[in-house]
């Protein structure tokens, strides 16, 4: 009977001890790891994802065509779920459950990674990159979460502080989805006008499929509105924009957060946007193609793809390298808990966003700040500053 006891606590420990191995290395093989994304390749934010992922890709299959990473080539494995979060949900199920990914990377939409989060970590599935960035990507356990950039919100505070000082505003406005991605812009910029002593004036809210904005342009130039913060999808963004501009207001700033700064929204033709300002954590690589660095990687793309590069291939190539040399580090015996600790060993200049990622052990590779303008139809940096230097 004893001898019955002691197998079955072997047997139970031997078979808790299995469990949490492959638990732990899930989306790993001694050939393979495989890395999931959940987008938006179709929705109103697809000008942020789309080239991300080519790009990202572009990345891998480098990193494969030397030979993989400690043997094993990266697959990207890649689901569009069309900024609806029931069907990112959907996604990130079938990526975690039936792909079996290892880490994911380029999740899109503030709304969507909240519904992940517990879904990965629950796999203990790293969430490197999101393309988002919303202060909830690093608040509670951040054991599974990396992103790389500063916040919507600091974003936003940065860019109302600067252009209140430039023109003299006294009167700060939003107009947003009223999503976790929108409120973020809207909290930026209400509670910098109240740390600055300005007025929050106005703001109006929008669905993310809406198009016509004159009744909410009229209201918002009634109120006096100096300074209005966007958190809208991109073509939105254009469009608002445009309506102001169409409607004579032009006494007013516009300001979005990093959501705002696309290559689709500078290139407008006939100067749409020309004027409109957006705060990034990193610098437009247009006006940056004399660096051999980012030239040679802007014909990389063209070539490859038979397209010009823009901004979403800039996110991509960023997180991806970030996940190509975490895995580089992790070493042979690559596990959930080796890539975190290869993960906070990340530290490089991302020639091609212009900055310098950490990650740390607080898992964010920068807190820093660009503010950017439309002029000439490409993005034009007008100031930066890190997060911590905000007034």
Request: charged share 20%.
């Amino acid at each position: 009977m004893k001898n019955a006891v002691t197998k079955s606590i072997l047997a139970a420990a031997f078979a808790l001890g299995m469990g949490s191995a492959a638990h732990a290395t899930q989306g790993v093989t001694d050939t393979e790891v495989v890395i999931g994304s959940n987008g938006d390749l179709s929705g109103i934010f697809a000008a942020f994802n789309v080239g991300a992922i080519k790009a990202a890709q572009q990345v891998f299959d480098e990193a494969n065509a030397n030979g993989g990473i400690h043997g094993r080539r990266i697959r990207l494995v890649v689901e569009d779920h069309g900024y609806q979060v029931p069907k990112a949900v959907q996604n990130f199920n079938k990526l975690l459950n039936s792909d079996r990914v290892f880490a994911m990377i380029l999740n899109l939409g503030t709304p969507h990674n909240l519904a992940g989060f517990p879904l990965m970590e629950s796999k203990q599935v790293a969430n490197v990159s999101p393309l988002t960035a919303a202060r909830q990507m690093l608040e509670g356990d951040i054991t599974y979460k990396y992103t790389a950039f500063s916040s919507y919100y600091d974003q936003i505070r940065a860019a109302v502080t600067m252009l209140a000082e430039e023109n003299n505003a006294q009167n700060i406005c939003a107009m947003y989805i009223p999503s976790d991605f929108g409120l973020e812009v809207h909290e930026g910029a209400k509670d910098q006008a109240e740390r600055l002593g300005l007025t929050y004036k106005d703001e109006t809210t929008h669905r993310p499929d809406e198009q016509d904005f004159v009744g909410s342009i009229q209201k918002l130039r009634d109120s006096g509105c100096d300074i209005v913060a966007t958190g809208l999808g991109v073509r939105q963004t254009i469009v608002a924009f445009g309506t102001a501009k169409r409607l004579g207001w032009t006494d007013v700033s516009f300001v979005g957060s990093s959501a705002g700064m696309n290559t689709a929204v500078a290139k407008v033709p006939e100067g749409v946007t020309e004027g409109y300002y957006a705060a990034a954590g990193w610098s437009d690589f247009e006006n940056r193609l004399d660096n051999p660095e980012v030239k040679a990687w802007a014909d990389a793309y063209q070539a490859a793809h038979g397209e010009p590069v823009g901004t979403a291939a800039q996110l991509g190539y960023g997180a991806a390298r970030s996940v190509v040399m975490a895995l580089e580090a992790a070493g042979p015996d690559l596990t959930a808990d080796s890539f975190r600790q290869a993960m906070e060993g990340v530290k490089y200049h991302d020639a091609i966003n212009d900055v310098d990622l950490d990650y740390g052990t607080d898992h964010q590779g920068s807190s820093l700040i660009v503010i950017s303008k439309v002029e000439g139809g490409k993005w034009v940096e007008v100031g930066r500053l890190d997060e911590s230097e905000i007034k």
